[in-house]
């Protein structure tokens, strides 16, 4: 099994700051892509951030200068630093995991329970 624990969501104004942090936990071998989906109401789940193991990082356009996404590899932890948030940034935000296991099968794409980010006008 794989878990992932996150945590940092919560109500602010427009213009102000959230910081989101996912950790990994389990039968983990190695953790390739690690980042952030968000799904507002009616809308799809869409990307919002991703880091690669190899350091390469991927952002949707709408947030790109305002969300920084960073990882620590030996905590199997990745944190989201949003910055000058908007009302429509107002989703609840999943982590996801592509991880190697230590355990059949091998490859897994673990997904945590979301986290409610609101921004407020």
């Known amino acids: 099994q794989v878990q992932l624990a996150e945590s940092g969501g919560g109500l602010v104004q427009a213009g102000g700051s959230l910081r989101l942090s996912c950790t990994a936990s389990?039968?983990?071998?190695?953790?390739?892509?690690m980042g952030w989906y968000r799904q507002a109401p009616g809308n799809e789940r869409e990307l919002v951030a991703m880091g690669s193991s190899n350091g390469y990082t991927t952002y949707a356009d709408s947030v790109k200068g305002r969300f920084t996404i960073s990882r620590e590899t030996a905590k199997n932890t990745a944190y989201l630093q949003m910055n000058s948030l908007k009302p429509e940034d107002t989703a609840v935000y999943y982590c996801?995991?592509?991880?190697?296991?230590?355990?059949?099968?091998?490859?897994?794409?673990?997904w945590g329970q979301g986290t409610q980010v609101t921004v407020s006008s």
């Open positions: 389990g039968t983990i071998l190695s953790i390739n892509d």
């Open positions: 996801y995991a592509a991880v190697t296991r230590t355990i059949l099968p091998r490859d897994y794409d673990a």
